[in-house]
């Protein structure tokens, strides 16, 4: 039953991607997988953060919900700490040593890599700087994939200046006053003042 419960716990961090004191904090009234987010109290910073339940956390929570029975009380897990589950585990498969912090980080690239905007995963964190401390904190796990995530952030970019191409030219009395001087490629901004 404890091989189960740090297994559990140590999923949850993966898949949530919060830290080990906030999945501490989890009773089972703020966890309920049919709504579309939970409630954490978050120990270090003595708050509350609601935080989405994602798809892929969604079946592990029910399987959860399910075992507490109709009313669940008290905590969530029955551990508090997976960090010699862990290493454990990564020495008997031959894994590199990784921690409870690493699955954080593991879900916090995987967002990242995904398309979400920084300041959202910033404030599924809990944090509040916009997404500052992810991008100093994380910068080492964004690193590995910076260069593809930066050519995928261009063609984006590429893309929407395409499809803004093919609208409708500006007219007289749009967001570019003047036109090209004859002969010339291009348009003309009046100057101001």
Same mark, same amino acid.
Request: hydrophobic share 35%; no cysteine; charged share 25%.
């Given at each position: ?12 961090? *993966?898949?949530?991607?919060? *830290? ?7 009773? =089972?009234?703020?966890?309920? #997988? ?20 994602? #798809? ?17 009380? *008290? #905590? ?14 990564? $020495? ?17 690239? %995987?967002?990242?890599?995904? =398309? ?6 910033? $404030? ?44 409708? #030219?500006?007219?007289?009395? =749009?967001?570019? %006053? ?16």
């Amino acid at each position: 039953m404890y091989q189960h419960d740090s297994a559990d716990f140590a999923e949850f961090l *993966g898949r949530a991607g919060i *830290g080990q004191a906030e999945a501490v904090g989890l009773n =089972g009234r703020t966890s309920t #997988p049919s709504a579309r987010s939970s409630t954490t109290a978050a120990r270090k910073r003595s708050a509350h953060s609601v935080r989405p339940i994602f #798809p892929w956390l969604k079946p592990l929570l029910e399987r959860l919900r399910a075992a507490a029975g109709p009313n669940p009380r *008290g #905590p969530v897990f029955k551990v508090k700490n997976v960090k010699n589950a862990l290493r454990g585990a990564t $020495q008997r498969l031959g894994l590199p040593h990784f921690t409870q912090r690493n699955l954080r980080a593991m879900r916090i690239k %995987r967002l990242w890599e995904q =398309g979400v905007d920084v300041k959202v995963i910033a $404030q599924w964190q809990g944090h509040s700087d916009g997404g500052k401390l992810i991008m100093t904190t994380y910068t080492e796990v964004f690193g590995s994939n910076a260069e593809s995530y930066e050519r995928a952030q261009l063609a984006k970019a590429a893309a929407a200046e395409e499809a803004m191409s093919q609208s409708e #030219p500006l007219q007289e009395g =749009g967001l570019i %006053r003047g036109s090209a001087r004859p002969g010339e490629e291009g348009f003309h901004v009046p100057r101001r003042g």
